[in-house]
């Protein structure tokens, strides 16, 4: 059985970033946006659309070219093991 993986693109979580602020899903912590992602229920971050805020990502996957736009933008991808 093929399940469906949730994903995102990171351009899409950029440009939601603000209004997770809003309703307290992200907070700031150290100059970066920290986003758990299993707190959106989603798995894996995908690399299209541009990222403008230093978005810090946890609790699921991201694509090597996710991480490059998130980490040139001054972010970070922290994963738990």
Same mark, same amino acid.
């Given at each position: 059985? +093929?399940?469906?993986? *949730?994903? +995102?693109?990171?351009? @899409?979580?950029?440009e ?8 307290? @899903?992200?907070? @700031?912590?150290?100059? *970066? ?5 299993? *707190?959106?229920? +989603?798995? *894996?971050?995908?690399?299209? %659309? #541009? ?7 946890? %609790? %699921?996957? @991201?694509?090597? #070219? ?11 991808? +922290?994963f738990?093991?």
């Amino acid at each position: 059985m +093929i399940e469906d993986v *949730k994903t +995102i693109n990171v351009g @899409v979580l950029d440009e939601m970033a603000d209004d997770l602020l809003d309703t307290g @899903v992200a907070e @700031v912590v150290e100059g *970066k946006i920290q986003i758990d992602l299993t *707190k959106l229920g +989603i798995e *894996k971050v995908l690399g299209s %659309g #541009r990222v403008t805020k230093p978005l810090q990502i946890q %609790g %699921g996957e @991201v694509s090597a #070219r996710a991480r490059e736009k998130i980490e040139s933008a001054g972010g970070l991808v +922290i994963f738990h093991e």
